[in-house]
């Protein structure tokens, strides 16, 4: 009967060490899960940084282009308004040697005239 209740202890006992092993690989096996999860999210999560970066830097450039093309287009503008204004000028330099030259020469007349 001793020799039974010790087979039986034994046998508890395996049986023991074999929950605790099959309970060590499920723990084992649980935290490679874990592990391979929080890797996973972890790269997602990069990925997701990196788009976000991605995204804005291609806004950034989109914007600093737009202000480009804006100030581009503002100094041509200017550039017309200048070109504009110096013909203005020149017609006026112009039509004032026009009235000169009219005056000069009706004063020529006159004074011909006049003898």
Known sequence: MAKMKTNTEEASQRREQALRK??????????KREQLYMEH????QKVMVE???????????????RE??????????????????????????????????LAAQELKERAHLER
Not at 41 to 44: A, S
Not at 51 to 65: G, P, S
């Open 22 to 31: 099959e309970k060590a690989k499920a723990d084992e096996a649980s935290r």
């Open 41 to 44: 999210e972890l790269k997602r």
């Open 51 to 65: 788009a976000n970066t991605t995204l804005q830097q291609e806004r950034v450039k989109a914007d600093v282009h």
């Open 68 to 101: 480009v093309a804006n100030m581009e287009a503002l100094e041509r503008k200017e550039a017309e308004f200048r070109q504009l204004q110096e013909k203005e000028r020149e017609r006026a330099r112009d039509a004032q040697l026009k009235l000169r030259e």
